[in-house]
Each structure stands twice: as C-alpha cells, then as structure tokens.
C-alpha cells in the first residue's frame, strides 16, 4: 500500500509531464463517447500508427452510432480490412445496434450497461467511462501494466488471465477527480517512457518512487508466463476461374475472420500434395471440381496463436454447381471487383498476383 502523500505526488508528476509531452492523437481531441469507444477499439493489440489513418477513415464513413448500426456488416468489415481481429469490428457493430434499439442511441454512462455491449471488457468499459464522461474508473492496457509492474515491483505475469492484482494497484493510484486524463497519462508513460525494452528511466517523471529502479532491476519487470510454441498450419487455396471470373466464398459470421470473403481452400493433410488439397478442399467447400494450372504465390502469414503457409494456385472450372459445405456464400467477381469485398491480409499478399494475370 502506497501513503496518500506518495499517490498524490505519483499523481502530480505524471500528470504534469504527460501535459507536456502526450502526442498529438486525433481521440485526445474529443469528449464524444462514440469516438473515443472507437478508438479504445481499434488500439487493443494493435499500434498507436498503424489505428490512426483506420480511425479518421472509419469515422468518416460512420460519424455516429446511427450510422454504425444502420451499416451492412460486410461495408463494416472493408473499412477494417488489413487492421486484423475481426471479431472487434463485428462486435463494434453488433454493440451498435443494440445501443439504438435499446439505449435511445445514446452510448451508456454506467459500467453494468456498457459493459454488457459486445466486446466490452473491463479495459475498454473503464477507458471510456472515464474518458468520455469522468467517472472514476482505472484503465488497465499492457502499457499501465508494465509501469505498475516496475512501480511496484509486482510479480504477477502480466500475460496471466486475470489483471486482478494491477486493477487493485491502479485504482489505488487512481486521481478520481481527474480519471481520464490520469488513465491517460498512465498509458502515455508505458508507450513513451517506461516501454518493454531500454525503458527510459531517466527522463521518467516518478523514477524516484519506482521500486525496480531503487533495486536495480528493472529489466526484470514485468514478468511474463512463458508462451507455448506457435504451430505453422500449411493451407492450400485455389483462385478459380470460369469465363472470365473468379469464385470467392464467404467464411461465417462468427470465429477466426469471420465475414471475410476468400479465395476456397483448406488444410494440407500429410497424405497430399499442396495441388491435390486445393482440389479436395475446393470440392469439399463448394461441390465443383477443378484443375490445377500452376502456382501462383506461396504466402506466410503469422496469427495470434498460429501461423500459417497458404500454397495459392491457378484452377479451372471442369464442373458441378456450387453447394457450399462450410463457407456461407459464394460469388463469382471480375478481377477488377476484388477490391470492393473485405479479405483477410493473407489474400492481399497474393491478391496483387492476380491482378497481374487478369
């Protein structure tokens, strides 16, 4: 347990240095709950660099919840396509509605409504309950983790399912009259200063509080449970083509890439070569028998908890109706059409491939 005297002066140093270098981020500059749900959405595990020119597209298409939850889902996804996990963009949409139909389209205020919007965990329930309308909530991301992780030197991994022991010490630390700007003052110094390799010890604000510092081991903390091995999955996918167009399918709503449409395929059973799982898998997925021509790409593709070896060939139509085993929609496209459906980034590594062909 920290004193009242040492939080309040946590609180003072880091607040004072985050108004002098916090960066210039287009969600600072708002107070709307929409935008700022956005933005938390789009940050979780990807970067500060990489969300902001999605976030400016995004809110252009879609300013409000309104506009959100009256969106076709597969115009949804394209404006998310190439940001990866797709799951929050159908939550993002899902949540949406339900705020319309069931919230007069105004963005919940309290912690039990939000929360139970899809995709809502605590993270993002507490950044935008105390971003957008100041209640006294303590954001814990992977940036405030590793600073109360040195801070405090504590010893829970921070990779551990719950966030249990961080929650307690950042809500002791918490200025509850100032929630959102210390929440972010927080985040700002893990991302900036107190980063995951070199930390910047010496130009951080509360370096003299820090207990890893005063113990000298710093690059001790956090600590982290060992991640298992990541398997490689070797996948083979056909770019099928009949009189001038190409079939694409349409993978389900739910799980990995959901509502993502793809070129047919499947996995490489050891039995098989690469050509021959095209075939069957095209067979299996869409009841049409084709024939290999040649390869096209081979493409590497990592994932959260696997990656993948995607084999990409050129087929040709021989025959059958499509009777779809798996995907939940088909569509036979011109090549100068790929670019108004939503494919996983595994597409558009070979997806230039094809648009030399045609």
């Known amino acids: 347990m920290l004193s009242p005297q040492t939080v309040a002066a946590l609180q003072t140093e880091i607040h004072a240095w985050y108004r002098g270098h916090q960066r210039p981020l287009p969600w600072r500059k708002t107070r709307d709950p ?49 940001l990866g996990y797709y799951a929050r963009a159908r939550n993002l949409h899902r949540a949406a509605q339900i705020v319309m139909e069931h919230h007069q389209g105004k963005i919940p205020d309290q912690w039990k409504a939000f929360r139970q919007l899809p995709g809502a965990g605590d993270y993002i329930t507490a950044a935008v309950l105390s971003l957008a309308f100041g209640q006294p909530y303590a954001a814990v991301d992977g940036n405030v983790k590793r600073v109360l992780a040195r801070l405090l030197v504590q010893k829970t991994p921070v990779n551990q399912g719950t966030a249990a022991a961080f929650t307690r010490a950042a809500a002791e630390l918490l200025d509850r009259r100032r929630p959102g700007l210390h929440n972010q003052a927080m985040m700002e110094l893990g991302a900036l200063v107190c980063t995951p390799k070199k930390p910047r010890c010496a130009a951080c604000p509360v370096n003299r509080y820090c ?54 395929g499947g996995g490489i059973e050891s039995a098989e070569t690469p050509q021959q799982a095209c075939v069957r898998e095209i067979a299996e997925e869409t009841g049409l028998l084709v024939t290999v021509e040649h390869k096209l790409a081979s493409v590497k593709h990592a994932y959260t908890h696997f990656k993948v070896v995607l084999e990409v060939f050129l087929c040709h139509y021989q025959g059958g109706e499509v009777v779809l085993n798996g995907p939940v929609d088909h569509c036979w496209i011109t090549p100068d059409q790929i670019s108004q459906y939503p494919f996983p980034r595994a597409n558009h590594k070979f997806i230039p491939i094809i648009n030399e062909l045609f």
Do not use: N
């Not at 970067?47 to 879609?62: K, N, S």
């Open 34 to 82: 929409y935008r700022i749900w956005v933005s938390e959405v789009m940050l979780q595990q990807t970067q500060v660099q990489t969300v902001i020119p999605y976030y400016r597209d995004f809110l252009e298409q879609f300013p409000d919840a309104a506009s959100l939850a009256g969106a076709r889902l597969e115009h949804v996804l394209k404006a998310w396509e190439g």
């Open 211 to 264: 207990l890893a510092r005063q113990q000298d081991c710093v690059d001790r903390y956090p600590f982290r449970r060992p991640s298992p091995r990541i398997p490689t999955r070797h996948v083979a996918a056909g770019v099928v083509v009949r009189g001038g167009q190409l079939l694409i399918t349409r993978r389900p709503p739910r799980g990995l890439l959901g509502g993502l449409w793809e070129f047919p």
